[in-house]
């Protein structure tokens, strides 16, 4: 596992809180993938109800807070395929 990848499991799991009622996947280019469900965040590449995919520059900056997923996927920065509802939801913890 990529150190982006295990940075970004960590830093999800601490902005996690119960209730998220899904499975999203989310595809960082060049380093992996993490799937993110009711019990948090790990590393793993299945199918899931949404996937949002970014750059790890995108996802490090959607993380710190310093770029809104709205924002992000807006400006064609990051890609949603699936449940945008659920992608919202998930937005939501990010942002």
Do not use: H
Not at 31 to 55: F, P
């Amino acid at each position: 596992m990529s150190t982006v990848i295990t940075a970004a499991v960590a830093a999800l799991n601490a902005k996690m809180d119960d209730g998220f009622d899904g499975l999203a996947k989310f595809v960082i280019a060049g380093e992996g993938s993490i799937m993110v469900d009711a019990d948090g965040a790990r590393d793993g590449d299945e199918d899931a109800d949404v996937t949002l995919s970014a750059d790890s520059d995108t996802f490090e900056a959607m993380l710190s807070g310093n770029l809104n997923p709205t924002v992000a996927f807006m400006s064609g920065k990051l890609a949603v395929d699936g449940d945008m509802g659920l992608a919202m939801k998930l937005g939501a913890v990010l942002g």
